[in-house]
């Protein structure tokens, strides 16, 4: 078994990011619903790619968070434009920060992965293994 790369390494911990984030806005007095999500989503997501090597579920799980900032922007604006409560304005902008770092870490990632897939591949067909 091969060890993680240092671009999945940067998936992982964006992924911790964006959960201690959560929890950042919801010590600050932000709205406490989404955080035991986000917090078991990417613990979980983070966990799996551990565990497996293989950047897709961390991938999938940051396009996933970033849809809220997306079809949900309301929020996100609100919380980014009041830098009076100073917590909830640092827990969203590192939330946000951390998201987009996952997206393109794994995004990253997920190409390296399938280029040493493909390598690997060809190597054993080269050798007559496959």
Not at 49 to 76: N, Q
Not at 90 to 112: F, H, I, M, P, T
């Amino acid at each position: 078994m091969r060890a993680m790369t240092t671009k999945t390494w940067a998936l992982v911990i964006s992924l911790l990011g964006i959960g201690a984030a959560s929890i950042v806005k919801a010590f600050a007095g932000a709205d406490f619903i989404g955080v035991p999500v986000i917090l078991t989503v990417t613990l979980a997501a983070s966990g799996a790619v551990i565990w497996t090597r293989k950047p897709t579920i961390g991938l999938i799980v940051a396009a996933w968070l970033s849809l809220a900032w997306v079809f949900m922007p309301s929020s996100t604006i609100d919380h980014l434009r009041d830098p009076a409560s100073v917590g909830i304005f640092v827990g969203a902008l590192a939330q946000l920060v951390a998201n987009a770092a996952a997206l393109v870490s794994g995004a990253v990632a997920e190409r390296e992965y399938r280029r040493r897939l493909q390598s690997d591949r060809r190597q054993q067909t080269e050798r007559g293994v496959a």
